[in-house]
């Protein structure tokens, strides 16, 4: 398990978050933080960031993991290209690694793990076989059982779901993408919302069965599809098209180089589309003031830099 500990955007599980000043290239994505990759994922790009990596269980990454601190892959997940670290590195039982490992820090490594092409650690080795562990639990709790101590059975039981995984705290800064998700660079697939930070680059047409949210100054290089509402922030370019059923917000000097369909569509005088324009209950142009108080209002309903507000009220 996975907390977030402190951060600027408001975190939950149903949220794809692209951090501040990512970059989607051919082969990799460039970030900066700890990046989280949730179970039965899919990620057709490698993953280079100066954080942490930690991939959930059943996730299948194509390319290269490059990490300056520690790397930590769960059970049964695949790895397409090489993986470096510089810190530790945890794989989990049956972890595939098509590449070559190379790490600074100490290496844990499961049981019927498979790295092709070896590997090479600076730090201590040690193999793991949770077997036996298992074993023994089960072994201890059978002779409590005949000794009568169902107490203490309940006891350990209960110790033992107060402790099953580990609460780790990542960086204010973070690449998260929630389980069963696909990333890919021509289409991507997402079960909930869609939140792209500052001057982030990032290719491929995204199909979100929530909510797009795209902060200032960044570059969209295929088309948003949305079962619900998109926002797209100041000088936000978009090289594709926007398909929501609900609302399309689009801020001051914005750019989309295609068509525009919603239910609802609100265009900044100041922006610019160079496709057609379709909204079932109409098109509203918001002056730049007006667009501003709003967002306010939303920002403080969803209680998001309620302090930073205040404190821009009282000077």
Known sequence: MICVSAFTMVFDRKTLMIPDKTLFED??????????????????????????IFVGEHVIIDGDLDATDDVRIDIFSSIGGDIRSGGNTFLGEKVKVKGRLSLEGDLDVGDSVEIENGFEARGWINIRSPIPMVIYIFIYLMQ?????????????????????????????????????????????????????????????????????????????????????????????????????????????YAHVAGDVSADKIFL??????????????????????????????????????VVDEVEEILK
Do not use: W
């Open 268 to 305: 900044s005088k100041t922006a610019s589309i160079d496709g057609t324009l379709l909204a079932k209950e109409g098109i509203s142009f918001i002056e730049p003031s007006q667009q501003r108080m709003n967002n306010k209002i939303k920002r403080f309903a969803a209680d998001i830099d």
């Open 144 to 252: 409590l059982l005949k000794l009568g101590r169902s107490e203490e059975i309940e006891r350990i039981l209960q110790e033992l779901e107060d402790n099953d995984g580990e609460t780790i705290p990542i960086s204010e800064s973070f690449l998260f993408i929630p389980n069963s998700s696909i990333i890919g660079s021509q289409k991507s697939r997402v079960d909930c919302n869609l939140h792209v930070g500052k001057e982030c680059r990032v290719l491929g047409n995204f199909d979100i069965r929530g909510n797009i949210f795209v902060e200032e100054g960044s570059n969209i290089f295929g088309t948003l599809k949305s079962a619900g509402d998109v926002y797209c922030g100041k000088k936000v370019n978009i090289e594709g098209n926007i398909f929501a059923d609900g609302i399309v917000n689009i801020d001051e």
């Open 27 to 52: 082969r990799v994505i460039r970030t900066a933080g700890d990046v989280v990759v949730g179970d039965r994922s899919l990620v057709q790009f490698g993953i280079k960031t100066d954080g942490r």
